[in-house]
């Protein structure tokens, strides 16, 4: 179990920034969901698709539907607040993980990240979840929220991982203890390809659960993801089938970028050009840090 302090936190997340600097003729990708009013959307193809970066047209280059496990192994994270603020929703929390990671039985492995005052981080491989399930109903709420120092732990350990990564956060929302900020973890998720689905047990919290709220929303959204607010088991069951669904149908993009930009972040815009699909949505990241490449500073 790695526990870190905040000085080493700030240290790490450095280091981290530092090797995560995507060069400029790496293979950059982007996991999209297209969606209707009738619901997700399967069966288009790269040809369907326009990649914009900074404005510019991309040539697709990687182009998969669904399970892309075999080439880009599920790595998925679990976020867990184990603060004294989640003393009533704990155990509808803990339910919640369990049953999740139960159902995606082809993830690689597991990283959970349990917070409160304190960021403890331990990965589980597949031989190790009962272990794990053991480890999640052990811990009691108590203690402060270091809910964005938790985020910021998680994505150091994952910067180096290759794979898909996806963090499930079980939270209320709020953060008494973090050294970073709300906008510094914003800037990192947009550093790391990593896809947030934000579980909110804010019903508890009064006046600050709309915030609280708006927060969770924030962090998931950075990402392409979505926040969720169950209020009973059964809205938990179709939270479950719709993130379930997403991963099953989403769609990987990726491209060599031929845009030349500066070093820093680069604006990306991905849409359905099809005139048969005008009605469709995407949601995606909205772009990624780039230290550019030979050409583009030799201008």
Not at 72 to 93: A, K, N, T, W
Not at 196 to 203: D, K, L, M, S
Not at 248 to 264: M, V
């Amino acid at each position: 179990m790695k526990v870190l302090t905040a000085s080493a936190l700030v240290l790490s997340l450095a280091l981290t920034a530092t090797a995560q600097f995507r060069s400029g003729v790496d293979l950059v990708s982007f996991v999209v969901v297209a969606s209707d009013k009738e619901g997700l959307v399967d069966g288009l193809t790269k040809d369907d698709f326009t990649v914009l970066e900074e404005g510019r047209p991309q040539t697709i280059q990687f182009f998969a539907q669904g399970d892309v496990s075999e080439r880009m192994p599920l790595r998925l994270g679990l976020l867990f607040d184990v603060s004294g603020s989640m003393g009533m929703d704990i155990e509808r929390s803990r339910s919640a993980a369990i049953r999740f990671m139960n159902a995606l039985e082809h993830a690689k492995d597991v990283t959970l990240v349990e917070f409160d005052t304190e960021v403890r981080l331990a990965r589980y491989g597949q031989d190790d979840f009962p272990r794990l399930i053991e480890r999640i109903r052990a811990r009691k709420p108590d203690g402060w929220t270091a809910l964005y120092d938790a985020i910021g732990v998680y994505l150091n350990g994952m910067a180096m991982e290759e794979g898909q990564k996806v963090l499930v956060l079980y939270s209320d929302g709020g953060d008494t203890r973090s050294r970073m900020s709300i906008s510094q973890v914003i800037d990192l998720l947009k550093w790391i390809d990593v896809t947030v689905y934000a579980i909110g047990f804010v019903e508890h919290q009064g006046s600050r659960r709309f915030e609280q709220r708006m927060r969770l929303e924030q962090l998931a959204r950075a990402t392409g993801g979505q926040a969720f607010f169950p209020g009973s088991r059964n809205q938990l069951d179709e939270m479950y089938e719709k993130i379930l669904g997403e991963l099953a149908a989403r769609y990987t993009l990726g491209y060599i970028s031929n845009s030349g930009a500066r070093p820093g972040f680069r604006k990306v815009e991905i849409k359905v050009t099809n005139p048969a699909y005008r009605n469709i949505k995407i949601r995606a990241r909205d772009g990624y840090y780039a230290a550019g490449n030979a050409s583009s500073s030799s201008r």
